[in-house]
């Protein structure tokens, strides 16, 4: 009988090994808390050069977040909708930082989803997009007919369609949206007004840029740029961007804390830095007159494309 | 009978003494003076002050003989360094910084050579004869790899660079390299940071040109390619972090002098000076002199300075303290007297049995006066009693010493016991200083008994209004009254005492045990040799290390690379032959194949507008990294503030004349590129090291006259700490276990020396114990009489550790034990002795000596605690400290347990 016991329990081996593998693999993954941060066309948004900040974002949540007491955060960063859309599969996030061009393509649909706060940045609590042009270039929009636009490397061509951009001058129609491998560049040969090709067979400069707020702060900056352009046309009032819930964890309490955690940044040094690296003043709750009012146009334009 | 015996013997010697101050007291005095004139002589004149720390160190240490041995062979390896630093605010010097450097060390070098009969060899660089590549062989592969490996890395970039050597073309290079670097992961923070300066060095140097206020003719990418600064191609000796630079003096010391290194060391501070000024102080170079002989010198300068100045002070203090305790101030002045006829009678005795002096042994002065003092405060209180019964001086002389003189000579012999008893030990400059010490303290035993009575019997005798000022005592208006008089509950007392040994027990097993050994925190805190040894230890110290000495090539091979098996321990080792110089010039041939095959082409023509873009793009790239990393911001803003001049200058000048200008820049960037090719075969592509090309001044330093050969072993951990160096000692051992070297002596007289204190403080109980027993033959008594000893050490040990700032033993303050223990039982000695005579006034003048004894010994090594030596500081701590207690447990402790288990008289 004993023999018998043995031998079964014998060829029980290799499946309880199997067994005791899997429940250690799932007990690790329990254990790590994943977010993602996804800033298209940033070329500084790597995992190389924003380590240290999602190195202090993890450990803030670890620290201030109850949730996230006994687990291991780590933060992944994208700035490609192709390296983003990978990272929201591999990693399977509990949190994700997101523009609003992002929630609209790869999160609005998702079932267990939940918008928790907003993060207001460089001094606007919402996000618009801008045509610029050279000092002396077209004066509006519809000038643009036919002309070169070009934008930040990586972008959501459906996004700028549905929402950004009005019926009568949509891009690929109206003008022609190219992606700049480099905006400095251009905005160097628009304010040199050489848009010849200087006979060396390179492309020649674009018409106009299309700036999101970031980059448009970004350039108003810089002394040397701003004089010598000018605004032509600027979008509606867009979300700032946005941090997303996702997956089955979350509760109403949960969520609740998860805003008070951010809502507190300020008053403690390192989500004091952390803000200060965003460039902005804190989380706050998150619009949901505007949001909807965005959402809908996406929809509703979808339906009509 | 035995007593009898003993009281006539007692009684005899006091009748002699009484005849001999009171018959002959003028005779007894100018005998006295003229030894002592004697004395003062042979300490202005004969007695010289040894300084070699190695005269203080066993002989029978083997470690030391092999070390002596070594030296007799290779030459002695006491070096003075001369460190240049470089302004600490900067990431890393520059190359008109590293010029200025360079500078320094050569006027400082010149003028050294002026002087080889002091300084006999100055070493600034290993000078190579001809090109090669066997300077880079001496590198270790770490620092290879950290020099070639951007090339290897990048190679890519040179070949585009190659491609088409022109302006524009550098700066489209130079962006692609940010990018990669900013998105690189693998490179350091420090690699960074040397990259950006390097580029701002290169762009400072762009403007300048393009401005005419500059003919260099340095490009960006040169710039670049000088990034490791650590080699430098001239062979001067940089540090690893390239702060400092370091050259090295051999230095002979005159024996004959106080500060044998005195001359030298003067020399190459006014050298020093000379050279500081060659150099424009905008440079912000700094430099300062460190190593064994500066340490020592300094050392020596400031122990005599502290000793000279704490035996002068002491000695004021000392009388000051008894002229206020007496009222009056011509006993006490005599008796100060008496204290320097003692320490020139000391002087004496020192010239004739030691023949000379040490640092360490220059303590006893103190010693002696702190403690001589005593011998007279308590004679005198007790022969001012006398006279104050209205006893002649005779009579009062008589019974001072009827009353006191065997506890005099018990006490100062216990005292001089526990310090001769130090010269048992096996450290030679403990062992002398103990000798010295405890046969002054006899000596000046000797002086308050013949030499202060016969004083102050003559005074007296012929000043009989002087003694009208002296009052008897009356009770209860002194805290000795107090103590005398003491009537106490019983079981309360028990109480007390309970409660008390408890605390002593606490307190020892709650003491201070820890030993510090680290020389450097014993010199003073503000000397210059330290600070500039503790700048040359923060930039990685190469000034010690251990030696092992090999008779042939293969056994040294051997042993380096079991060395190179523990990097933990070991840093690396130098010696005549470079280590696995076949694996590095395997390395080497790698980099010289890669940069030899590269295709150099003539640049384009220039174009300032395509320069511009890609300057235009530069500057935005800093402008985002900037806004990306708040941390950069430093780093990055002067070579934006360049690069934004850059873009300025080439949006605002004439284009012709710019194209002139930076074509002339091309083309000698291009030449550049074909001399560094070359330079590459001649460098990298490395012969067989021969030893005959091997310069002379490492063969001198690596090679004995007999053909023996020396490895180097520098630690890898700061030495100076005991633990580091105990581990750095064993851990080599086991892999040659005849290393010897500064290192290995410290390591090896460091143990030494805390084994001969440790013997000494056992040694000094003995005696003392021993002495009592004879004295006494009472153990109670003996018991009774350590009581305040034993309670001092235990609360001395438990404040060392819990005082707010804690001290810790080491190698100066550890003396403090011994010494503890030779005044600590003089207090019970005499108040035992005192309860054993049945008679209130008896013990009243002992309590009252005592207080006051002690308070001139506090006084006398407080003077020390106030020392700029940190050791010697320490050590007039402990004793304050120590002494207290000691006080403390003499007026309370003691006579409470007398009164509890002593009967009075018996």
Same mark, same amino acid.
């Given at each position: ?75 992944? &960063? ?80 459906? $996004? ?8 009568? $001058? ?19 040969? &628009? ?40 605004? &032509? ?73 | ?18 005849? =001999? ?37 066993? /002989? ?5 003989? /092999? ?192 500060? /044998? ?11 020093? %000076? ?29 122990? /005599? ?92 002389? %008589? ?93 309360? =007392? ?82 005549? #032959? ?87 820049? %091309?083309?000698? #960037? ?18 067989? =090291? ?204 003691l006579p409470i347990s007398l009164k509890l288990f002593v009967k009075r008289g018996h």
């Amino acid at each position: 009988m004993k023999n018998r016991i043995k031998s079964q329990f014998a060829g029980c081996g290799p499946v309880l090994t199997l067994l005791i593998a899997f429940a250690t693999i799932q007990a690790q993954e329990n254990m790590t808390a994943n977010y993602i941060v996804v800033k298209y066309g940033d070329e500084v948004a790597t995992q190389g050069l924003a380590g240290g900040f999602l190195d202090n974002l993890a450990e803030y949540l670890g620290n201030e977040f109850s949730e996230f007491e006994d687990k291991v955060v780590r933060g992944h &960063i994208a700035n490609t909708p192709e390296s983003a859309g990978t990272l929201l599969k591999s990693t399977n996030p509990v949190l994700a930082f997101v523009s609003i061009e992002f929630y609209l393509d790869h999160l609005l649909n998702k079932a267990d989803m939940q918008v928790v706060a907003q993060v207001p940045r460089i001094g606007a609590d919402k996000d618009r997009y801008y045509l610029i042009v050279g000092k002396d270039g077209p004066a509006s929009l519809a000038e643009l007919k036919n002309q070169t636009v070009r934008t930040k490397f990586a972008f959501s061509m459906p $996004f700028l369609e549905r929402v950004v951009f009005p019926p009568q $001058f949509q891009p690929g129609e109206h003008f022609t949206l190219q992606a700049a491998e480099n905006l400095a560049d251009e905005i160097f040969l &628009i304010i040199e007004n050489a848009g010849g090709g200087f006979n060396t067979g390179e492309i020649g400069s674009a018409s106009a840029l299309l700036l999101d707020e970031e980059l448009k702060h970004f350039f108003q900056e810089d002394e040397l740029v701003w004089p010598e352009m000018k605004v &032509i046309w600027q979008s509606d009032f867009l979300p700032p961007g946005l941090v997303v819930a996702l997956g089955t964890s979350w509760n109403q309490k949960t969520i609740l804390s998860l805003l008070t955690t951010f809502k507190k940044m300020q008053s403690t040094d390192l989500g004091a830095e952390i803000l200060a690296m965003m460039q902005s003043p804190g989380f706050t709750p998150v619009d949901r007159n505007l949001l909807t009012k965005v959402t809908t146009r996406y929809l509703s334009r979808k339906t009509a494309k | 009978m035995k007593k009898s015996a003993k009281k006539s013997w007692h009684k005899t010697i006091s009748r002699y003494c009484e005849t =001999l101050v009171v018959k002959r007291p003028i005779g007894t005095i100018l005998v006295a003076a003229l030894l002592a004139l004697i004395g003062g002589y042979i300490y202005f004149f004969e007695l010289y002050i040894i300084s070699d720390r190695k005269q203080l160190i066993s /002989r029978n240490i083997e470690s030391n003989q /092999r070390y002596l041995e070594y030296i007799e062979e290779f030459g002695d390896n006491e070096l003075l360094i001369l460190v240049v630093q470089a302004d600490e605010r900067a990431p890393q010097p520059d190359s008109q910084q590293r010029a200025a450097m360079k500078k320094v060390a050569d006027v400082w070098t010149d003028e050294l050579r002026k002087q080889p009969e002091i300084l006999p060899e100055v070493t600034k660089r290993i000078a190579w004869n001809g090109s090669g590549s066997a300077p880079l062989l001496y590198l270790s592969h770490a620092e290879l790899q950290t020099m070639f490996q951007p090339i290897l890395k990048h190679e890519n970039l040179l070949h585009k660079v190659a491609e088409n050597p022109a302006l524009h073309n550098q700066f489209e290079v130079l962006n692609m390299l940010l990018k990669n670097a900013g998105n690189d992961t693998s490179l350091s923070r420090a690699t960074l940071s040397s990259l950006l300066q390097a580029l701002t060095q290169g762009l400072r140097a762009l403007n300048l040109k393009l401005h005419g206020e500059s003919n260099e003719n340095d490009s960006i990418l040169t710039t670049l390619i000088a990034l490791n600064k650590h080699y430098d191609s001239n062979g001067y000796f940089f540090s690893e972090n390239s702060r400092i630079l370091t050259v090295y003096a051999k230095v002979i010391g005159d024996a004959t002098a106080g500060n /044998r290194y005195a001359t030298a060391l003067s020399y190459a501070r006014t050298s020093l %000076q000379k050279a500081l000024a060659t150099v424009p102080a905008n440079m912000a170079i700094k430099a300062g002199i460190a190593g064994m002989p500066a340490l020592e010198s300094e050392e020596l300068e400031t122990t /005599r300075g502290d000793f000279t100045r704490g035996a002068v002070l002491s000695l004021l203090g000392v009388t000051a303290l008894f002229v206020l305790m007496f009222g009056n101030l011509v006993r006490p002045a005599l008796a100060a007297l008496c204290l320097g006829f003692s320490l020139a009678l000391t002087f004496a005795f020192t010239y004739v049995t030691v023949g000379h002096l040490s640092l360490l042994a220059m303590i006893f002065a103190v010693i002696l006066i702190a403690l001589g003092v005593d011998f007279a405060i308590h004679f005198l209180t007790h022969y001012e009693q006398a006279l104050a019964n209205d006893m002649e001086p005779a009579q009062a002389i %008589q019974h001072t010493y009827d009353a006191i003189g065997s506890a005099l000579w018990m006490g100062g012999l216990t005292t001089a016991a526990a310090f001769l008893s130090a010269s048992l030990t096996e450290f030679i400059g403990l062992a002398e200083l103990g000798f010295i010490a405890g046969s002054g303290l006899i000596i000046c035993l000797l002086v308050m008994y013949y030499v202060y009575p016969a004083m102050l019997f003559l005074l007296d005798t012929n000043f009989p209004k002087l003694r009208r000022g002296i009052k008897s005592h009356k009770r209860g208006n002194t805290l000795s009254d107090k103590l005398a008089g003491m009537k106490t509950n019983n079981s309360a =007392l028990k109480a007390f005492v309970l409660l008390f040994l408890l605390l002593i027990t606490a307190a020892f097993l709650f003491g201070q045990y820890r030993f510090d050994t680290n020389l450097l925190k014993l010199q003073a805190v503000d000397g210059a040799a330290n600070q500039w040894q503790r700048i040359l230890i923060k930039n990685g110290d190469r000034s010690l290390f251990a030696i092992g000495t090999f008779k042939n090539r293969f056994d040294m091979a051997q042993a380096r690379a079991s060395f190179a098996k523990i990097p933990g321990i070991v840093h690396h080792t130098d010696t005549l #032959f470079p280590y696995d110089e076949i694996g590095k010039r395997n390395y080497l041939g790698s980099v010289c194949s890669t940069l030899t095959e590269i295709k150099i082409n003539q640049p384009e023509l220039v174009s300032i507008f395509k320069l511009k873009r890609q300057v235009w793009g530069l500057r935005q790239q800093l402008r985002r990294f900037r806004k990306a990393n708040a941390e950069a911001e430093t780093a990055i803003l002067p070579l934006q503030t360049e690069t934004e001049r850059l873009y300025k200058t080439l949006s605002s000048s004439s284009a012709g004349k710019l194209g002139k200008t930076v074509s002339t820049m %091309q083309q000698a #960037f291009t030449a550049q590129l074909f001399s560094a090719r070359q330079a590459a075969r001649e460098h990298l592509c490395p012969d067989l =090291l021969k030893e005959e090309s091997i310069p002379e001044s490492l063969q001198r330093t690596f090679k004995s006259k007999n053909g023996q050969l020396a490895l180097f072993i520098y630690p890898k951990q700061n030495t100076w700490e005991q633990e580091s160096l105990q581990e750095f000692v064993q851990s080599i051992r086991k892999i040659e276990p005849n290393v010897i070297g500064e290192l290995v002596s410290l390591y090896e007289n460091g143990n030494s020396i805390i084994r001969s204190f440790l013997m000494a403080t056992l040694y000094s109980l003995a005696a003392i114990i021993l002495l009592l027993l004879l004295w006494t033959r009472s153990i109670e008594t003996v018991l009774f009489s350590i009581l305040p000893l034993v309670s001092s050490v235990a609360v001395l040990l438990f404040l060392m550790r819990n005082l707010p700032v804690p001290i810790e033993w080491n190698f100066t303050n550890f003396f403090a034990l011994p010494i503890l223990i030779g005044i600590g039982v003089d207090s019970g000695i005499h108040i035992v002795r005192a309860w054993h005579f049945n008679d209130d006034e008896t013990l009243r003048s002992a309590l009252k000596a005592v207080i006051l004894s002690t308070t001139t010994t506090i006084l006398g090594f407080g003077i020390l605690a106030t020392s700029e030596h940190m050791g010697v500081s320490s050590l007039g701590k402990v004793l304050v400290i120590g002494i207290s207690a000691c006080l403390f447990a003499a007026l309370t402790l003691l006579p409470i347990s007398l009164k509890l288990f002593v009967k009075r008289g018996h």
